[in-house]
């Protein structure tokens, strides 16, 4: 999942090196937690949070072996 | 992005020097003469050496197909990727047995992963594509749906002498539905809302 992350957003942005996920699992969701760097917030959210919706839809459609709730949430 | 200095005796033989150094050809690079460099007297008195800067372009083509490789490997999905491209619209057709999973309500996670690709192959590239994405013929079926959808709503519109809205939908299936009532010609249709609740409304 973290994989997944990485390789939709790294080439979106200018700063690869500055992509951070870091994962939270709590008792009924996982949440990740996408950092980037500050330049590139924008390319990882977009017009109207199209992008960051367009990250999510695709993130949401994977398969996990975990019966958990995923999040992502966005810096 | 890879790039290479490199000098010769003339323009030419610093490109060739390039190339070889970047282990390329000519058609993948971009070439910058830094300078032109001169003959000099006889070959030997006042010759300056050519300097070309030598700049290996991004195949943005590549570029798209290896990131949708990875995302779809990367979501557990195996499926088959073809990509055919035409001039500058790049068309890539997905089949595999969990084809659903990418496809998504709606064609929602087909959507936003066309959307993703086409923002990764026109970021900082020169030319400019357009993207599709289809899977297992989603797209032609997606387009029977609408145009039956559109076609029985105009009917709905005539007959209570109302304007009826339609549900928000992307920019080129709302188009699909615009066309073929316009063929038609009983009824006018225009977008109303702004993006992403952008949707089409019947007039009779």
Aim: charged share 30%; glycine share 6%; aromatic share 4%.
């Amino acid at each position: 999942m973290k994989a997944l992350i990485e390789s939709i957003v790294t080439p979106l942005v200018d700063h690869p090196e500055d992509i951070v996920v870091t994962v939270n699992e709590e008792d009924t969701k996982i949440v990740y937690h996408l950092a980037v760097h500050q330049e590139d917030v924008g390319k990882v959210i977009g017009k109207n949070g199209r992008i960051a919706k367009a990250i999510r839809t695709v993130v949401y459609a994977a398969k996990t072996d975990a019966t958990k709730r995923i999040y992502l949430d966005i810096m | 992005m890879k790039e290479v200095t490199a000098s010769g005796q003339t323009v030419e033989e610093a490109v060739q020097s390039a190339l070889e150094q970047l282990n390329t050809t000519r058609d993948q690079v971009e070439v910058d003469i830094i300078d032109e460099g001169k003959k000099g007297l006889l070959g030997v008195f006042g010759s300056k050496r050519a300097i070309v800067k030598v700049i290996v372009k991004k195949n943005q083509v590549e570029e798209a197909k290896n990131f949708i490789t990875e995302v779809i490997r990367n979501m557990g999905v195996e499926a088959q990727i073809d990509m055919t491209v035409d001039s500058n619209h790049i068309t890539f057709d997905l089949s595999g047995e969990k084809i659903a999973v990418l496809i998504g309500k709606r064609g929602q996670t087909l959507n936003a992963l066309q959307y993703l690709v086409h923002l990764a192959v026109n970021k900082d590239g020169e030319q400019y594509y357009t993207v599709t994405i289809d899977a297992e013929g989603y797209r032609e079926r997606r387009r029977e749906t609408l145009e039956g959808l559109g076609l029985r709503m105009a009917e709905k519109a005539k007959r209570i002498q109302r304007k009826v809205a339609l549900e928000p939908m992307p920019a080129y299936e709302r188009k699909i539905i615009h066309s073929i009532l316009q063929e038609k010609g009983e009824v006018t249709t225009y977008s109303d809302g702004v993006e992403p609740h952008r949707h089409i409304v019947i007039k009779p």
